[in-house]
Nanobody
C-alpha cells in the first residue's frame, strides 16, 4: 500500500502561480510513476502531468504544456507541480497519483486526498 498526502491548493486569480506537493509513504516500489490528475465539475478525471522514478522523463497534457512543471525530489518520495499562468479553466480538484509503471494508470493508481484549485478571472 502507498499513502499519498497532498498539500497546497486554494484560490488565485488568472495569471497567478501556485504549487502543489505530494509525499508518498509505504511501499515506495509502487511509486515508479507518479503524477497529477485533475477533475473539473462535470468532467472526467484527466492526467495533467507525470514523472518517472528518476525524474528524467516527464509528460504533460496539451492544456498545461509550457505552463506547468512537475518535479520529483532526490529521495523520490515527493513530487511537486508548479503551475504558472493559471487560467480559469484550470479550476479543478487535483489528485496526486502513484503507480508501479510510468505514466501512472488511472485504474491502478493510489491516490492522494485531492486539492481544490480555483482560478478566478
Amino acid at each position: 500500500q502507498v499513502q499519498l498526502v497532498q498539500s497546497g491548493g486554494g484560490m488565485v486569480q488568472a495569471g497567478d502561480s501556485m504549487s502543489l506537493s505530494c509525499e508518498a509513504s509505504g511501499q515506495l516500489f509502487s511509486t515508479y510513476g507518479m503524477g497529477w490528475f485533475r477533475q473539473a465539475p462535470g468532467k472526467e478525471r484527466q492526467l495533467v502531468a507525470a514523472i518517472n522514478w528518476s525524474g528524467g522523463s516527464t509528460v504533460y497534457s496539451d492544456a498545461v504544456q509550457g505552463r506547468f512543471s512537475i518535479s520529483r525530489d532526490g529521495g523520490k518520495k515527493s513530487i511537486y507541480l508548479q503551475m504558472n499562468s493559471l487560467k480559469p479553466e484550470d479550476t479543478a480538484v487535483y489528485y496526486c497519483a502513484a503507480d508501479s509503471i510510468y505514466p501512472p494508470r488511472e485504474e491502478f493508481s493510489s491516490w492522494g486526498q485531492g486539492s481544490q484549485v480555483t482560478v478566478s478571472s
